[in-house]
Every structure is written in structure tokens, then in C-alpha cells.
């Protein structure tokens, strides 16, 4: 990611568990959905995206599964859990609500 596309700490987790609510993906199909999906800008980078998708896996609100991927390679595969649902639910909303609060500091004040 360049530096004008650094994500907030959290981000991250948050663009996995939304792009998985779509359904079961490997890493680099989640990665490059989210980079679609951003027009180009949003670009999580495999130092980004594998540790999070193990620490999202230890919290229990994904899983993973070995299969075969498009191009007929065995990859591992992720998928959101009942768990993460609820999580995903919850972090949307207070995604929501804090980019609100933070437009309207930057429309209220001059710059």
C-alpha cells in the first residue's frame, strides 16, 4: 500500500471480514476483491492480509479449509463464522458511525 492508501489499524480486519460475507475465498482472491471492489485504491499486501487472516481465525470469527483454487491449485480457503458475523455486524456500525463523526470535523472546520 502507498502511503496515501494506508489503512487504519483495524481496517484490514474489517475489509477480510466484509469481503468473506460474500462467501468462502482464499487470500489472494480476498485481497484481489478488495482491490477491485476499491477501484484500485485499497491494496492489502500479504505482510497485511496473512496475519490478519490468522488472527481473525484464532479470535473464531473466520475458519479456513484446504481446497482447490480457480486455477486448480490447493489453497486454504476462509470463511466468516456465526461469530463473525455478529463481530462484522458490530465493527460496521461503529466504522459508520466514527467516519461520520470524522466528515464532520472536516467539513467544520476552514482549511
Known amino acids: 500500500m502507498s502511503k496515501s492508501s494506508d489503512l487504519v489499524q483495524g481496517t484490514v480486519d474489517l475489509l477480510i471480514l466484509k469481503t468473506l460475507a460474500l462467501g468462502d475465498m482464499h487470500g489472494w482472491a480476498i485481497a484481489a476483491r478488495i482491490r477491485s471492489v476499491s477501484n484500485e485504491v485499497l491494496q492489502v499486501n500479504q505482510g497485511a492480509l496473512y496475519p490478519a ?17 480457480e486455477n486448480r491449485r490447493r489453497a486454504k480457503f476462509y470463511a466468516l463464522t456465526r461469530a463473525g458475523r455478529k463481530y462484522l455486524e458490530q465493527e460496521q456500525a461503529t466504522w459508520e458511525r466514527l467516519s461520520a463523526a470524522i466528515a464532520l470535523v472536516l467539513k467544520s472546520v476552514p482549511g
Open 53 to 69: 487472516l490468522h488472527r481473525l481465525e484464532h479470535a473464531g470469527w473466520i475458519k479456513s479449509s484446504w481446497g482447490e483454487s
